[in-house]
């Protein structure tokens, strides 16, 4: 593990990272997702790939690396994409889960992999609904302590700044954003995915031109079971 400052909006982010297979010559960059760390990826990739350097990072604000503001998703890529300039990364392919696909397509990179990636907006159920406006009501009463018991479950244990960066991203629509996407896209997702569904999947496939499909039996970490698969897939895909 290693750590190296970006300076972002006059503020300084402490990036902790590792890098695998330091001698190859094209970057496979990893992205987890919300709530989640480099140690996690890591753990499911790291025996495969091994044609290339893989760089696993902590995004702001997870694992070890640092975050004091709030932030949005184009914020992360900003700060991502000056890390990997200190690392004279061309990142040739990133793979990024969830929140990390949404940085991933920002950061425009020749092969992007999306594994259940979130940015398509989705119907809030009656029961969520509910909530916000509840939160919402308290929030106008000045019982802001009380809108705590509304939170989702991803942002549990969160400081407040990171409680501001969770409800900044989570309502981004990055519909227009898939379909600017002009590179390659190899697009993973897990049929029972309750987080993201397979309906946004499959909604991000018709919005980016050259991207392909798959998915698995399996939950919004369903690439945990099928990691063998999905390194073939992305080894044969990427170009």
Same mark, same amino acid.
């Given at each position: 593990? $290693? =750590? ?10 402490? =990036? ?8 190859? %010559? ?8 919300? $709530? ?11 025996? /495969?790939?091994?044609?290339? @350097?893989?760089? /696993? ?16 998703? &184009?914020?992360?890529?900003? *700060?991502?994409?000056?890390? !990997?300039?200190? #690392? ?17 397509? !920002?950061?425009?990179?020749?092969? !992007?992999? #999306? !594994? ?24 106008? #009463?000045?019982?802001? @302590?009380?809108?705590?018991? &509304? @939170? ?12 501001? %960066? +969770? ?17 390659? $896209? ?7 995915? %309750? $987080?993201?569904? =397979?309906?946004?999947?499959?909604? =991000? ?8 499909? %798959? ?5 919004? +970490? ?9 390194? @073939?897939?992305?080894?044969?895909? *990427?170009?």
């Amino acid at each position: 593990m $290693a =750590i190296k400052t970006v300076k972002y909006l006059d503020k300084s982010f402490d =990036i902790s990272y590792e890098i695998l297979n330091s001698n190859k %010559t094209q970057d496979i960059v990893f992205l987890h997702g919300w $709530a989640c760390n480099k140690e996690f990826m890591k753990k499911v990739f790291h025996k /495969y790939l091994d044609n290339f @350097r893989h760089i /696993y990072i902590d995004l702001p604000g997870f694992g070890k690396s640092s975050n004091d503001c709030a932030l949005n998703t &184009f914020d992360y890529s900003k *700060i991502i994409k000056s890390f !990997l300039s200190k #690392l004279n990364s061309t990142f040739h392919t990133i793979i990024g889960h969830s929140f990390g696909g949404k940085i991933a397509v !920002l950061l425009n990179p020749k092969n !992007l992999v #999306l !594994l259940s990636s979130a940015g398509i907006l989705e119907d809030k159920s009656l029961c969520v609904r509910t909530q916000i406006i509840l939160a919402k009501s308290f929030n106008t #009463l000045g019982l802001n @302590r009380l809108t705590s018991i &509304f @939170r989702s479950s991803d942002v549990n244990n969160m400081s407040e700044v990171m409680y501001q %960066t +969770f409800k900044n991203i989570v309502n981004e629509d990055f519909k227009s954003i898939f379909e600017n996407f002009i590179n390659n $896209a190899l697009i993973f997702w897990g049929t029972d995915d %309750t $987080a993201t569904s =397979i309906e946004s999947g499959k909604t =991000i496939n018709s919005l980016i031109k050259h991207s392909t499909f %798959t998915s698995y039996k399996g939950d919004h +970490f369903f690439f945990c079971k099928n990691v063998e698969d999905i390194s @073939r897939r992305i080894e044969n895909g *990427i170009l």
